[in-house]
Nanobody, 127 residues
Framework: QVRLVESGGGLVQAWVSLRLSCAAF????????MGWFRQPSVKERRFLAA????????SYVDSVKGRFTISRDNAKNALYLEMNTLKPEDTASYYC????????????????????WGQGTQVTVSS
């Protein structure tokens, strides 16, 4: 099992940048495909970005392409989400997730495929 802990959220103004981190504990991090999701209040959790086990493949939802960048450092057991040009509609709880897939180059896009989740970090963007 892996335990995930997100950090880096907060209250920011629109158009600034913010980097979220997700630290992994308790298992071999490079065995997991990773993803970021977000959940605005009273709405369902939705996929944002995914990265393969080896970090060579990434996928994004269209609404964040070009603004958000997912990356990972397997040596540090860490996942990141760099968010640029933040907008009020980016306000949400952000979650990282891990899927123990055997495929090193594959990204995982669907909520149901992830086995482990962090507790979330809140990002609030003011206009």
């Amino acid at each position: 099992q892996v335990r995930l802990v997100e950090s880096g959220g907060g209250l920011v103004q629109a158009w600034v940048s913010l980097r979220l981190s997700c630290a992994a504990f308790g298992s071999t991090f490079c065995y997991y495909a990773m993803g970021w999701f977000r959940q605005p209040s009273v709405k369902e959790r939705r996929f944002l970005a995914a990265i393969s086990r080896n970090g060579l493949s990434t996928s994004y939802v269209d609404s964040v392409k070009g603004r958000f960048t997912i990356s990972r450092d397997n040596a540090k057991n860490a996942l990141y989400l760099e968010m640029n040009t933040l907008k009020p509609e980016d306000t949400a709880s952000y979650y990282c997730a891990a899927d123990p897939t055997p495929i090193r180059h594959q990204t995982v896009l669907y909520t149901s495929e992830y086995d482990y989740w962090g507790q979330g970090t809140q990002v609030t963007v003011s206009s």
